[in-house]
């Protein structure tokens, strides 16, 4: 199960995703309580550089805002909208996370890898589940949207995901997350996966 923990604004909470050894953290570039400018994400992602795959997270960028944060971030990947993509021009070495929403992601042509997201990032509303297990189906998909340690285990089952992304449902207070939390819904995805493994075909 690929996990990516987004919204990154402490040392403390880029320390426990790396103890958790999880795959990708997010740094948000866009309108959030979450969001940084490009110099200060660059020096907290850096214990990260070289473990884990370091995201930049837009919404809508211009050329101009996307410019400066390849220049300062120096992300491993760029997750954004799939429409922004049409629009912006890209390094042809940049790994891309489009972000599809809703009936959006049921279109005839997909990206191999794709974030379902529900309509608005970061505010701790669930995708629907139902479409995301259709998507699923056709796509890498990393489900995001109102996963939490509670519930991560629920969703995996029933969409069977690639992977899933994770934000205001580890924090401790809004734009903060919670050390603990983190290691709490990376494990219970982790067990998710062990127990589908030991269940008899």
Known sequence: MWIKICGMTTREAVSAALEAQVDAIGFVFADSP?????????????PARGRVRCVAVTCHPTQQALDEILAAFKPDVLQTDVADLRMLRLPRQLELLPV?????AEQASLPARLLFEGLASGAGMPSDWATARRIARRAQLVLAGGLNAANVASAIAEVQPFGVDVSSGVEERRGVKSPAEIVRFVSAARTDIAQHRRTPV
Do not use: H, I
């Open 34 to 46: 979450r969001q940084l400018a490009p110099p200060a994400a660059s020096l907290l992602a850096q």
């Open 100 to 104: 599809l929403r809703g009936g959006d």
